[in-house]
């Protein structure tokens, strides 16, 4: 097999060459005339994703193989579906829908804890060509009332329940109040009825989900273009407004059917687990499509690292299905190293089919980089990538060829990436120096093509900083070797254990207070999540309030607002924030402060005591 400058460098210069001959894996039903980036990766070519994932392996014999392993501790119930079985399910679910109304090109909003109807409903949805948008169980009611209204399903696919170690989470009564809080109407809302928690239904609105799939006619595969849209996933963008990151179905299956081979070095019948949440890119990619395009076993875990019931909890699921390849956080091997130091519940199961431990979602620092090689004993892969991509940019590709690990790097650019650092002025940086992080155009299969009904946000919001390039929203530099060192992002998104939010939405929730005359909201390093989002406050003249109290409802605010997935839990009330003579709040510097990262104190800035304030209340926390 070639090495992994050849397969780059194909990569790059002939990209139509290099992807055409991934796209041999994919079963199409008219095949792509030619293949270039140009009005869209595989464009005249048609398919369906669910055929490529599901049916295809029942044709071809797979059939009896398991597919999917729903492993659930806060329900104490496992549940195994073979490929067969997910056919069957998946059809009934498609035919439900279908049933309801939704035609090709409809969106359906999938509102779902981590449960096996959860996938069925994706692919449900991806087998008659409808579009589906899933949101997050941890956002509140106004962020899926805010998704509705931009997505406009047909069709609301929920659950009356997800479950947390601490307590249920009643969906059903946030979906009501999403509802009540959207102009958009859903013709229909399905509902899954859970024991732990039964929702009440609304007449004329509401089905539950378990007769009327049951009633429903299988649905078969409907052909759809290449570039017809899979999924909207939306995710925190500078605003309060989420972008709609949309992915097309023939770019999508080619890159991820190729990077579950090249990247992750996993083979059909294996076991492969990522232990992260279909609301987010990760669940997309790698619970769901990427792991079923290539005939894999995948994991559906609807638990903790800890806690359910101990730090041993991912050491027990590995071991009990053989799971080849795990997937996660770098916060969640922090959390388990908290509870378990010397790592005594790993060492209590067998995991020696375990071979590669990748991880993802937010900077992978060298300390659990270490404690992480340390306790399991194999690779661990440090990966870069985000919502917009669909696939990793950087990453050491052990199907391709295992390169050295350089710790706090997630190693050299993956094929189809041109990865290039720039300078404010776009000028390339030389080795070593940090500026942003972009990807030359064209991006590779897969990459999103536009926001969803939003094409001039797209190009503002990725394309126009540096033309001819993507860019990412994150800082970084390549070292000589060409190794990609990615700092963290240079905008208002800030990752809290794994999970990219927007400071931006989070200001917007907090100048809404009444007695708020303005407000800036910034990540600060935290040892276990990574980043907490602070806001740091300025009351009104005159508000005659008690600070604690303000703060208590800021608080209360945010995750009314957003949702408990924000952890939003310091508000701090300031004289002043720091900002220029011109008036603008210096959020790059207190963004630095925060970091515990060195800092110049502008000579703009009108007054600097305003920041040492600042610093004086995040070393203060
Ligand atoms: N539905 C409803 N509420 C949810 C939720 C969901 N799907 N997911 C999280 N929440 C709630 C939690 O209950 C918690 O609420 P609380 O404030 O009442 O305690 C809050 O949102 C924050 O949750 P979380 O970020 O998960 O923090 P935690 O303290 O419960 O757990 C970790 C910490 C590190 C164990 C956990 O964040 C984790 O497993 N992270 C890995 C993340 C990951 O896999 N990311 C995907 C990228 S690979
Ligand atoms: P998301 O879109 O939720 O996947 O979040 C993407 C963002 O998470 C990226 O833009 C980075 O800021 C961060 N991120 C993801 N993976 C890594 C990584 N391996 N190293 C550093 N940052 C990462």
């Given amino acids: 097999m070639r090495g992994y400058e050849a397969a780059y460098r194909q990569s790059i210069e002939e990209p139509g060459e290099f992807w055409r001959e991934a796209a041999r894996a994919i079963d199409w039903d008219v095949p792509p005339a030619s293949v270039a980036a140009d009005g869209g990766w595989f464009a005249g070519g048609r398919l369906n994703t669910c055929h490529n994932a599901v049916d295809r392996h029942v044709a071809a014999g797979r059939g009896g193989q398991d597919a999917l392993i729903h492993d659930s501790p806060v329900t104490g119930t496992v549940r195994r579906y073979t490929y067969d079985e997910l056919l069957g399910q998946v059809a009934k679910t498609a035919g439900m829908l279908r049933e309801l109304g939704v035609r090709p090109g409809d969106t359906v909003v999938i509102y779902m804890p981590m449960v096996p109807e959860a996938v069925f409903a994706m692919l449900a949805c991806a087998r008659i060509g409808a579009v589906h948008s899933v949101v997050f169980g941890g956002f509140a009611a106004s962020e899926l009332a805010v998704r509705i209204d931009h997505a406009r399903p047909r069709v609301v696919l929920s659950a009356s329940c997800g479950i947390e170690p601490s307590r249920t989470v009643a969906y059903k009564p946030l979906l009501d109040a999403a509802l009540r809080e959207a102009s958009h109407r859903p013709a229909r809302c399905v509902i899954l009825q859970r024991p732990q928690c039964r929702a009440e239904l609304t007449e004329g609105r509401d089905l539950d989900w378990e007769p009327a799939v049951a009633a429903a006619e299988p649905a078969g595969c409907v052909s759809v273009a290449a570039t017809d849209p899979l999924y909207v996933l939306y995710t925190s963008g500078t605003t309060g407004m989420p972008k709609g990151v949309v992915r097309d179905n023939g770019g999508h299956a080619v890159a991820l059917h190729w990077s579950m081979s090249h990247v992750y070095g996993a083979a059909p019948g294996e076991v492969y687990w990522a232990a992260s949440d279909v609301g987010w890119v990760v669940g997309h990619s790698y619970i769901v499509y990427g792991p079923l395009l290539a005939g894999c076993t995948s994991v559906l875990y609807e638990g903790k690292p800890v806690g359910t019931p101990d730090p041993g909890a991912f050491w027990r699921v590995a071991s009990a299905y053989g799971v080849r390849t795990l997937f996660t956080a770098p916060t969640a091997i922090r959390a388990i190293k908290k509870e378990d130091p010397s790592g005594d519940f790993a060492k209590k199961w067998d995991l020696s089919a375990l071979r590669y431990l990748f991880l993802a979602g937010e900077r992978l620092d060298p300390d659990t980089y270490h404690c992480a090689g340390d306790l399991l004993g194999i690779p661990v892969i440090d990966h870069w990538w985000q919502t917009e991509t669909g696939w990793p940019v950087a990453a050491n590709c052990v199907g391709i060829e295992e390169l050295p690990i350089k710790p706090g790097s997630p190693t050299k650019p993956v094929p189809g990436y041109d990865v290039r ?27 999103l093509p536009t926001l969803y009904r939003d094409d001039a946000r797209f190009a503002e919001s990725y394309l126009t900083r540096y033309p001819g390039h993507y860019l990412t929203g994150d800082g970084g530099y390549l070292d000589e070797d060409g190794y990609l060192y990615v700092m963290g992002r240079i905008d208002d998104v800030i990752n809290v254990a794994g999970h990219r939010l927007s400071t931006g939405a989070m200001e917007e929730v907090v100048a ?54 924000a952890a939003f839990r310091t508000a701090v009330v300031v004289a002043r924030l720091p900002k220029t003579r011109s008036g603008k709040i210096l959020r790059g510097t207190m963004r630095d402060i925060a970091a515990g990262r060195d800092y110049r104190v502008p000579s703009t800035i009108e007054d600097p005591a305003a920041l040492t304030e600042i610093a004086e209340a995040v070393t203060g926390r």
């Avoid at 009351?539 to 995750?559: C, I, N, T």
């Fill in 421 to 447: 650092i720039l300078d404010e002025e776009g000028r390339e940086c030389p080795p070593g120096v940090e500026g942003a992080v972009t990807v030359r155009l064209p991006l590779p299969p897969g990459c």
């Fill in 512 to 565: 809404a207070h009444p007695d708020v005359a303005e407000c800036a909201v910034i990540g600060v390093a935290d040892e276990l999540k990574g980043e907490l989002p602070v806001g740091f406050v300025v009351l009104k003249a005159g508000a005659a309030r008690d600070p604690a109290e303000v703060e208590r409802e800021l608080v209360a605010m945010v995750r009314d607002r957003i949702g408990p997935v």
